[in-house]
Structures are given as C-alpha cells and as structure tokens.
C-alpha cells in the first residue's frame, strides 16, 4: 500500500518497526510519516491532521487539532465520537470538553 501511495521509500523502516515491534508500531511510524507529509500543505485538512496524530500516539496535537477544526466547524467533527481511530483519547478531559462544545450528548 505504501508504494502504491508513492511512498516505497518508506517501506523498508515500516517493515523494520513491524518485525522489531509489531504491528501497533509499524502504523505509528506510518502515521508519523503522514503527519509529515500532511503538514507540508499550506492548509491541512483539520480531520485528516487529527486522525494521523491520534494514529501516532499524539494525544495533545491530536486534540489541539480537533479544537481547531471546533472553531471552523469542521464536518469531521460529526463522526468524532463514533470513529475508533479516536478511542485512545476517549478518556480525556479535553476530548469530554470538545464533545460538549459540539454539542453532542454527554451520555
């Protein structure tokens, strides 16, 4: 997948991080990676940031992101709370704040 994204010069440290750390680690070197590339656009998608700082273990990046994105009312937003890249941050102080300025039902 990642030569075919135009990334084949990666593959071989993603493979290095899956056969020396599993799995979990390879996607975090590879959301890294995007994270990289995402931020080298002169305006970044908001959801498409935030999803890569999740994946990359970027709990805080990730969260000043979606807060971002609060401001514009990004329609990301709406799927905050049901997209499983965002369960890592479920149990934030920050994350039960953003939920409430959306709007959305607490419980």
């Known amino acids: 997948m990642l030569a075919l994204d135009g990334h084949s010069d990666w593959v071989p440290a993603y493979l290095r991080e899956y056969r020396q750390k599993g799995y979990e680690a390879a996607m975090s070197f590879m959301a890294r990676k995007y994270v990289g590339e995402i931020l080298k656009s002169p305006q970044p998608d908001l959801w498409v940031l935030a999803n890569a700082y999740v994946l990359a273990g970027m709990r805080e990046e990730a969260l000043d992101t979606l807060f971002q994105g609060l401001k514009t009312r990004h329609l990301g937003l ?28 607490t419980e």
Do not use: M, T
């Open 78 to 105: 709406l799927q905050v709370r049901v997209d499983p890249d965002f369960d890592s941050i479920r149990n934030e102080p920050r994350y039960a704040e953003l939920i409430r300025q959306i709007g959305f039902p």
